[in-house]
């Protein structure tokens, strides 16, 4: 077989191109095996994350039911106090009137 310049035959070129084929692909799987790797972990901490939220979304969902219950109870509590302060008004216009005819009778 004829030689390069550099002595090589063309056999050893192609083996040598092989080789470095092989090295390259080999260290190219390694680089994907590692990303998947951490692509995983990721994964895995994001599902954490998201359980996390999840609990969260559920606690909130219940503070705010049990707010929109208290708020319902305060507004019909506010509602009969003010039907009780009308109602005060109206004994405190009248007992007004009859001192004021008591008042005026003398």
Sequence with gaps: MPESPNGESR?????RLLEMQARDHAKTMADHAKTMADHAERMKDLDARMEILHVNIESLHANLN???????????QLARDGEHIRA?????????????????GE
């Design 66 to 76: 049990e707010l929109y219950a208290n708020t319902m109870k305060h507004s019909e």
């Design 88 to 104: 005060l008004a109206r004994i405190a216009e009248a007992h007004e009137r009859r001192l004021e005819d008591l008042e005026g």
């Design 11 to 15: 056999l050893d070129r192609i083996e």
